[in-house]
């Protein structure tokens, strides 16, 4: 595999921003490529996931191209004050990927998936823009916050208020409505995982009970864990195995 970070102008941003890649560089992988998109948590950034995890070497065998943005503390939204992060992933990322590697630009050539705010944001994004992304996936995933009292999540993220709003819950960025928005048909296959011992542990148990009662098709699992890079490096590995199974590879 091939590693790259890609220095660009963002135009969403109206800012310099930057993502790492990793991609095929074996001519004998079938192109096009599809694409695994994987953001990162609320205290990090681009370069996380290649610090952190062997994400290189796992995906070494597939002929898959993992796109790592920067999020920011941003929570993968347009800010109602701030910064649009969902526009800088959505058109300027996907768009620059799209332009410059031979990838599948089509949904069944896009995964996404992430951790704890990335968590939020592949399940945030990939609901949202069901018509992009073919596979989510999520790790200790922060998927309620929008449920709960606002001060909970300023507590965490005192970007909250800027971000969301007073009145977060069951707005157009909280998953649980976007859920109840959109056709269950088209909702792509969804994967969900959570350590035991993790603080974000009740929100994934809500969030899995909600699609459950309303039956829409998903995978969730509990693991022993905590909040931490021991836990991904781990879990990262049954999201890939979960995303080329859904994903259009090439042969």
Same mark, same amino acid.
């Given at each position: 595999m091939a590693f790259a970070t890609i220095q660009y102008f963002s135009r969403s941003l109206m800012k310099a921003s930057a993502f790492n890649i990793?991609?095929?560089?074996?001519?004998?992988?079938a192109r096009p490529w599809s694409t695994f998109y994987l953001l990162h948590g609320l205290s990090d950034d681009h370069t996380i996931w290649a610090r952190r995890t062997s994400i290189e070497r796992y995906?070494?065998?597939?002929?898959?191209?993992?796109?790592?943005?920067?999020?920011?503390?941003?929570? *993968?939204?347009?800010?109602?004050?701030g910064y649009a992060y969902e526009d800088d992933?959505?058109?300027?990322?996907?768009?620059?990927?799209?332009?410059?590697?031979?990838?599948?630009?089509?949904?069944?050539?896009?995964?996404?998936g992430g951790l704890s705010m990335g968590g939020y944001g592949a399940v945030k994004l990939g609901l949202k823009h069901h018509?992009?992304?073919?596979?989510?996936?999520?790790?200790?995933?922060?998927?309620g916050f929008l449920q709960a009292d606002p001060k909970e999540g300023k507590k965490l993220s005192p970007e909250f208020p800027r971000i969301f709003g007073k009145e977060p819950k069951n707005g157009p960025e909280d998953p649980f409505a976007i859920v109840e928005r959109i056709d269950h048909g088209r909702i792509p296959a969804m994967r969900i995982d959570c350590g035991t011992e993790d603080f974000l542990l009740q929100q994934n148990r809500d969030f899995h009970k909600f699609l459950e009662d309303r039956h829409i098709a998903h995978e969730y699992q509990?693991?022993?864990?905590?909040?931490?890079?021991? *836990?991904?490096d781990e879990h990262i590995q049954e999201a890939i195995a979960f995303h080329t199974r859904n994903l259009k590879i090439a042969k």
């Open positions: 990793i991609f095929p560089d074996d001519p004998a992988k995906v070494q065998d597939f002929p898959l191209v993992v796109v790592m943005p920067d999020g920011g503390r941003n929570w *993968y939204t347009n800010a109602q004050e992933l959505i058109k300027d990322v996907v768009g620059l990927v799209e332009r410059t590697f031979p990838v599948r630009a089509e949904r069944e050539g896009r995964a996404i018509e992009m992304f073919c596979s989510v996936n999520s790790h200790s995933g922060a998927v509990e693991f022993p864990g905590n909040h931490n890079w021991g *836990y991904w």
